[in-house]
C-alpha cells in the first residue's frame, strides 16, 4: 500500500526548540534556544489555561504553530492526537493523592485525566466540529500517529493535523519513562496538489521495526533517544529538506516508509 500526500503545515515545541525557526536554525547547526518559551495558547481563555492539563498545553504549542504555516483555522482540519502516555504530571498527582488523602482528590484534575484530555480541549479551543481522535501506541506513537492519519486522508477531503506529544515522567512514574524533556511535534497533511505544500511525500507500510534515517545534529538525537514522541524529528527534517528518505520503524505494528517527490 502506498499513498502520496502533501505536508502544508509543520510545528514543534520542546526545551530548547520553541517552534519552527528555532528547528531551522537547530538543524543547520545552531545552538538550543534555551531562553526562549513557547508562547501560551491563543485559543484557550485565561480560565482554560488555568484548568488545563498540562499535556494539553504541550499540544496545543506545536498544533497551532502547524495551523498556522498551513493557513488554516484550527477548526478547520480533523485532527488525530497521538501519546503514549498522556498526561503524566496528572498521572502521577492521581496515583500519590488516592494513596496518601483520596478525599482530597480534585475533581477538576480527575476530569483531565483521561487520555483524550488534550485532543478534548482541542475541541473546544479551536471550536473543531469535525473528527478529533486520540490514540496510544505506547512508544510507537509517532508512527502510530501517522498512519492513523493517513488512513484517515485517505478516506477525506479534508486536511488532517497530526500531533504527536509526551510529557516527562513525574515521581515513580520516571521509572516507567525515564524522559527529561517533553516534545510535541505537528503535521498538517493534504492530498496531492495542496497550495503552498512544503513537501510532497510517498508513504508505504513497512515490516520495519527500527527508524532509519540521515543524521540529525546531536541535540537532535539526543531528544530522540530522550523521548519517544521525539521520533517524529526524523518526518519534521524532511519536510524541512533534511534527507529524501526516512524510516519510523514499529516493534507492535506496521512501520511506515516516507520518501520525498518531486513538488
Request: aromatic share 4%; hydrophobic share 45%; charged share 20%.
Amino acid at each position: 500500500m502506498s499513498l502520496s500526500f502533501d505536508v502544508i503545515g509543520a510545528g514543534i515545541a520542546t526545551t530548547g526548540v520553541p517552534d519552527w525557526e528555532a528547528f531551522l536554525a537547530v538543524l543547520a547547526g545552531a545552538n538550543l534556544v534555551e531562553d526562549r518559551q513557547t508562547p501560551p495558547s491563543a485559543l484557550l481563555s485565561p480560565r482554560e489555561r488555568r484548568r488545563a492539563p498540562r499535556a494539553a498545553k504541550l499540544s496545543f504549542a506545536a498544533a497551532e504553530q502547524a495551523c498556522a504555516m498551513a493557513g488554516l483555522a484550527p477548526s478547520e482540519p480533523i485532527a488525530v492526537f497521538s501519546s503514549g502516555m498522556g498526561d503524566l504530571d496528572i498521572t502521577d498527582y492521581m496515583c500519590k493523592t488516592l494513596k496518601d488523602s483520596p478525599e482530597l482528590l480534585s475533581p477538576t484534575r480527575f476530569h483531565n485525566s483521561v487520555h483524550n484530555a488534550a485532543s478534548g480541549y482541542w475541541s473546544i479551543g479551536a471550536g473543531a466540529t469535525g473528527d478529533v481522535t486520540a490514540i496510544s501506541g505506547w512508544r510507537d506513537s509517532a508512527a502510530a500517529g501517522l498512519l492513523e492519519a493517513l488512513s484517515r486522508l485517505g478516506d477525506s477531503d479534508q486536511p488532517v493535523l497530526l500531533v504527536v506529544y509526551d510529557d516527562l515522567a513525574q515521581g515513580p512514574m520516571r521509572s516507567l519513562w525515564p524522559t527529561e524533556h517533553a516534545f510535541s511535534g505537528a503535521l498538517v497533511l493534504t492530498r496531492p496538489g495542496a497550495a503552498g505544500a512544503q513537501a510532497r511525500l510517498l508513504a508505504e507500510i513497512t515490516r520495519a521495526d527500527s527508524d532509519a534515517h540521515d543524521p540529525l545534529p546531536a541535540t537532535l538525537a539526543e531528544r530522540m533517544a530522550d523521548n519517544p514522541a521525539a521520533r517524529l524529528l526524523p518526518m519534521l527534517g524532511l519536510i524541512a529538506g533534511h534527507g529524501q528518505s526516512i524510516t519510523l520503524g514499529s516493534e507492535q505494528g506496521p512501520g511506515i516508509s516516507i520518501k520525498r517527490q518531486p513538488a
